[in-house]
């Protein structure tokens, strides 16, 4: 099984609007990590958020929250207030406590603001 | 805010030839990771590292990969004979303990012809 899931292969939102992206993940270990970074066409991986799995709010990071469901293993990125600059693939990882210290990425979101 | 560096931001080689990705990571880190990004796929995990030894490492990382942190600066991914399927843009990345965030470098884009 994927460890982490992002269905989403392209979206589309207007400048200004909101936008959410959407991550499942899957573990067994109580404990975890869960991350997104940002990847515009320049090829860096820039850190946006983190929610660990024992925080008992959502993370925010100024214009980036996160939808964490802890029940519904998802973790969601909330972009508010898209700009043009925001246009880029955007991936969710995990890291499992326990397990090892690797990371899991999804297989990413390409995000377009469309003026 | 500091970075991870990773030279050269662009390498091309012929297959069979050895490569040397260069990286320096952030200077109070203590676990330093590779990872690499094969073209519109996802990133995957090569190797970890800690403490001057491997701390884990993914089944990609067979025996034509190597790295070393031969001071207390640089840390290297050596890769021996490349393959045209080691082609990808590999990744550096390091953090100052576990369970923090991991901070990336640029990337090297590595063409293997």
């Known amino acids: 099984a994927q460890k982490i899931t992002q269905t989403q292969p392209g979206m589309f939102v207007q400048e200004k609007e909101a936008v959410t992206l959407d991550c499942t993940y899957d573990?067994?270990?109580?404990?975890?990590?869960l991350f997104w970074y940002k990847q515009p066409s320049s090829g860096e991986m820039i850190f946006l958020i983190y929610?660990?799995?024992?925080?008992?709010q959502n993370a925010t990071e100024g214009r980036y929250s996160l939808n964490f469901q802890k029940a519904r293993k998802s973790a969601n990125l909330v972009i508010s207030a898209s700009q043009l600059g925001d246009s880029a693939m955007y991936f969710c990882?995990?890291?499992?406590?326990?397990?090892?210290?690797?990371?899991?990425f999804g297989t990413g979101t390409s995000l377009t603001v469309i003026p | 805010e500091p970075e991870v560096t990773q030279t050269p931001s662009h390498q091309v080689t012929q297959m069979g030839q050895e490569v040397i990705l260069r990286c320096v990571p952030i200077?109070?880190?203590?676990?330093f990771y590779w990872y690499r990004q094969i073209l519109g796929q996802k990133v995957e995990f090569l190797v970890s590292?800690?403490?001057?030894?491997?701390?884990?490492k993914s089944e990609i990382f067979d025996d034509q990969f190597s790295v070393e942190r031969p001071d207390g600066s640089n840390f290297t991914l050596k890769i021996r004979s490349t393959k045209l399927e080691d082609s990808a843009m590999y990744f550096c990345?390091?953090?100052?303990?576990?369970?923090?965030?991991?901070?990336f470098g640029s990337g090297t884009q590595l063409s293997v012809l």
């Open positions: 990882a995990m890291r499992e406590g326990d397990s090892g210290n690797q990371f899991y």
């Open positions: 573990t067994s270990d109580p404990s975890y990590g």
């Open positions: 929610q660990g799995s024992y925080d008992q």
């Open positions: 200077s109070n880190h203590l676990y």
């Open positions: 590292f800690y403490n001057n030894e491997i701390s884990e």
């Open positions: 990345a390091s953090e100052r303990d576990t369970n923090e965030k991991l901070f």
